[in-house]
């Protein structure tokens, strides 16, 4: 197994003995960090690290950091980066006042995506997600999700997750795949959207089962899309394939999809730009890690999710891009750190642990990913030498990265 070794580390940041499932609360200001330290990969593993004045005279290949820091890569648990093309006339449409929803409605949104993702080949396809992916690696983030839910048909369905399949199987990006068929009402079952939910429970989701696709299921569980019945009767299924649940709640109204997560066993629940002590409470009885995503607040000008009432009540908040053609055409996981301190309040040290640990947990990653802490993946970058770790997410348009380590090799960026 080929050795990789860092020397020169002015600080070696969110080391861990033995990794933890989660960062939960008051202890989300806490990151440790050690300095002057070098690290060492062997094979796609973290093999050791410790001061530099202990570092192993040689290895197969050496980088030396100059003075700069070495972070663990970002997870980024919520994504939709399958999809074809883009849709800048809706963000004209949104500068001059439409609403998402209003947008939606008018058969724009959602519908609008699967439309171009139809009419796209599965190579297509591919070729535009796999650029999105090396783009999030530029940016730092090394594990994500990614979701399928532009097909809305079982053919066009299968189609983005044999390309989430492919994306797997060929780039370094540790992915999870979530099914996401009940996105959106697709407009042959406008007005007969139960009968589009017994289309996902009983074809969609024994067909994404029979091929392996997906580890996890999504529902849009809010207002204007599926209800919270209809939500439960699609985790339900979902379990019984073996599916766990990772869910949209919230993002429009207080729609009691936390609720329905929750008492599904959802790995994570996502958006929360609406909530109240009844949702923080769930939460606090449950081992669901609940997910923000402030880009698409940003971007859509909605409220910012509570988070800090949310740190307060002890839960372990997770923070993610939500990478999409609609409401967040971003994949820069650095630009959330710096929302999240500058619109939610949160301390850089809360957010990197939003952003690693918290982010490897809402991905199911916890015990390989998120922290520098050996035995797990080699998933780490280097920044330019910077000032302290505050700096990365006070910089917020200054690309920090010169390197980046995957699975114990550099990509070349
Ligand atoms: O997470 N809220 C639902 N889905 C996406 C938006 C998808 C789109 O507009 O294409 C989201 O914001
Ligand atoms: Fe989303």
Redesign the pocket.
């Known amino acids: 197994m080929k050795s990789l070794l860092i020397t020169n580390i002015a600080q070696l940041v969110q080391v861990e003995q033995t990794p933890r499932d989660a960062v939960r609360g008051a202890d989300m200001a806490q990151l440790p960090i050690m300095e002057h330290c070098y690290l060492l990969a062997q094979g796609d593993k973290i093999k050791a690290f410790g001061p530099m004045s202990e570092a192993p005279a040689t290895a197969d290949s050496v980088i030396d950091a100059q003075g700069g820091m070495v972070l663990p890569s970002y997870c980024d648990g919520h994504t939709?980066i399958v999809y074809a093309g883009s849709r800048e006339h809706e963000f004209i449409d949104k500068i001059r006042g439409l609403s998402y929803e209003e947008i939606a409605k008018r058969g724009g949104?959602?519908l609008n995506?699967a439309k171009r993702l139809h009419e796209t080949s599965e190579d297509e396809l591919y070729q535009q997600s796999e650029a999105r992916i090396y783009e999030m690696i530029s940016y730092g983030t090394g594990a994500c999700e990614i979701k399928s839910g532009y097909g809305l048909t079982t053919e066009d369905e299968l189609k983005m997750l044999r390309v989430i399949k492919r994306l797997k199987e060929n780039t370094p990006m540790t992915i999870k795949a979530t099914f996401l068929g009940a996105?959106a009402v697709p407009a042959p079952y406008k007005g007969r959207q139960g009968e589009y939910v017994d289309l996902i429970c009983n074809e969609m989701i024994p067909a994404v089962a029979a091929e392996g696709l997906a580890e996890y299921i999504d529902v849009?569980c809010d207002e204007g899309f599926f209800t919270c019945e209809e939500t439960a009767r699609m985790l339900k299924v979902g379990a019984e394939y073996g599916l766990l649940p990772k869910i949209?709640a919230n993002?429009l109204a207080v729609s009691g999809g936390v609720q329905v997560g929750v008492e599904h066993n959802a790995v994570s629940v996502d958006?929360l730009e609406r909530m109240t002590e009844v949702e923080i409470e769930v939460l606090r009885q449950s081992s669901t890690i609940p997910t923000a995503l402030p880009g698409?607040s940003f971007f859509l000008n909605l409220p910012f999710t509570p988070v800090k009432e949310m740190m307060a009540a002890g839960l372990p908040v997770a923070l993610a891009t939500?990478y999409?053609?609609?409401?967040?055409p971003s994949g820069n996981m650095k630009f959330v750190l710096s929302l999240a301190c500058i619109k939610m309040r949160m301390l850089p040290a809360e957010a990197i642990n939003a952003t690693t640990i918290n982010g490897a947990a809402a991905l199911g990653l916890s015990a390989s990913h998120g922290s520098i802490c050996v035995g797990k993946q080699a998933n780490f970058y280097i920044t330019k030498p910077i000032s302290s770790v505050d700096y990365i997410p006070y910089a917020y348009t200054q690309n920090i990265i010169s390197r980046v380590v995957l699975n114990g090799e550099e990509v070349t960026l």
Do not use: K, L
């Open positions: 939709h949104g959602i995506s996105h849009f949209h993002e958006h698409t939500d999409n053609p609609g409401s967040t």
